[in-house]
């Protein structure tokens, strides 16, 4: 459990990093939504595969998405940290599918090793 609140902090501090600078543009480049993009996603795939535990790469997907939500809307000051832009809805959907894609990947640890048939064991044995 302490690991799901360690997990969504952690993913919150990524969701605000990655909302702040993914408007940044180098010339037509998009570099800031570059760069938010693969470290939200590194960071999930690292809670993923160091905690051996889907829940906690949920919580931090809640924590990143959650965040997202909160200092989208319009600031006390009237300020908008994501404007209701091309680039803006790029960045909701894309932090939404990196952490969907993350969670619903399949694991790799327990899926099924195939092995020789006994069959083909028993096969030979009657052989010699």
Known sequence: MLSWIAAALVGGVYGVAGTISH????????????IAAIACAAILIAV??????????VAAG?????ML???SGVGPGGSV???ASFAGQVWTYLVAGIVLLVIAWPSISRAPIR???PAAQDHESRES
């Open 23 to 34: 408007s940044v543009m180098w010339g037509p480049i998009p570099i800031g939504m570059i």
């Open 48 to 57: 993923r595969a160091l905690t051996h535990d889907r829940g906690a790469a």
């Open 62 to 66: 809640l924590g990143m998405v959650g």
């Open 69 to 71: 939500v909160l200092i």
């Open 81 to 83: 940290v994501v404007p």
């Open 115 to 117: 092995t020789e048939a």
